[in-house]
């Protein structure tokens, strides 16, 4: 069934490109590599990471979980960064979800126990919103995350997510139903619908 209206951004802007490296501040976001896989296991072994984001790991599982990272970016169903500041790797930020048709993507982020307080989400995610919006095109950025969670939601509001509203019951945790606040980052000058070449060149 044909549609009236064009894509947003067309198939390629991913998987057509190498995944590029952006900075951060004094950070550089980074595709992750094999020998990530003990820090996010290790990471994954956090109550609160535990807590938000619903799930535990082993090393083979991170290897695992590393090796499906490049497969998502290649199908253009999401993408990765590993967060390093010196060398070091100290948090995750990514695009969980997207659609390319409606130039729409989901972030997600966290920080490991060690490097919080220090500004490493607001920076990673504010780079890595930037890059999807003004140098890919993406239209719109969706960020998602549980009432409870003080945290999550000052990040995404010092990074200019502006809260639309809640989403109840949303959300299983080991603790049950949790509703879920919803953000967005929006391209208001997102008129063009195929983003100039050469858009993977790191800042």
Same mark, same amino acid.
């Given at each position: 069934?044909?549609?009236? !209206?064009?894509? %947003?951004? @067309?198939?390629? %802007?991913?998987?057509?490109?190498?995944?590029?490296?952006?900075?951060?501040?004094?950070?550089?976001?980074?595709?992750? =590599?094999?020998?990530?896989?003990?820090?996010?296991? &290790?990471? $994954? =072994?956090?109550?609160?990471?535990?807590?938000?984001? !619903?799930?535990?790991?082993?090393?083979?599982?991170?290897?695992? *979980?590393?090796?499906?990272?490049?497969?998502?970016?290649?199908? &253009?169903?999401?993408?990765? *960064? !590993?967060? @390093?500041?010196?060398?070091?790797?100290?948090?995750? %930020?990514?695009? #969980?979800?997207?659609?390319?048709?409606?130039? #729409?993507?989901?972030?997600? $982020?966290?920080?490991?126990?060690?490097? @919080?307080?220090?500004?490493?989400?607001?920076?990673?995610?504010?780079?890595? /919103?930037? *890059?999807?919006? &003004?140098?890919?095109?993406?239209? @719109?950025?969706?960020?998602?995350?549980?009432?409870? +969670?003080?945290?999550?939601?000052?990040?995404? %509001?010092?990074?200019? $997510? &502006?809260?639309?509203?809640?989403?109840?019951? /949303?959300?299983?945790? /080991?603790?049950?139903?949790?509703?879920?606040?919803?953000?967005?980052?929006? +391209?208001?000058?997102?008129?063009?619908?195929?983003?100039?070449?050469?858009?993977?060149?790191?800042?």
């Amino acid at each position: 069934m044909p549609t009236l !209206v064009l894509p %947003v951004l @067309r198939s390629g %802007v991913f998987s057509g490109h190498t995944q590029p490296r952006l900075t951060a501040g004094d950070m550089e976001l980074e595709p992750w =590599c094999d020998r990530d896989a003990e820090f996010l296991a &290790e990471v $994954y =072994c956090d109550p609160a990471i535990q807590r938000w984001h !619903v799930r535990s790991m082993d090393v083979k599982e991170a290897r695992e *979980w590393i090796t499906a990272r490049a497969l998502r970016w290649k199908g &253009e169903h999401g993408a990765d *960064w !590993v967060v @390093r500041r010196e060398g070091a790797p100290v948090g995750r %930020v990514g695009l #969980r979800t997207v659609d390319l048709e409606e130039g #729409r993507a989901e972030v997600a $982020y966290w920080t490991a126990p060690e490097a @919080r307080g220090n500004g490493v989400a607001i920076q990673a995610l504010t780079a890595l /919103s930037n *890059w999807a919006l &003004e140098t890919v095109g993406f239209h @719109r950025l969706d960020l998602h995350h549980s009432v409870q +969670n003080a945290a999550s939601c000052r990040v995404a %509001v010092k990074c200019g $997510y &502006e809260v639309e509203g809640t989403a109840h019951s /949303s959300v299983l945790h /080991s603790d049950g139903w949790h509703d879920m606040h919803l953000h967005a980052r929006i +391209n208001r000058g997102s008129g063009r619908l195929n983003p100039p070449r050469g858009h993977h060149r790191s800042e």
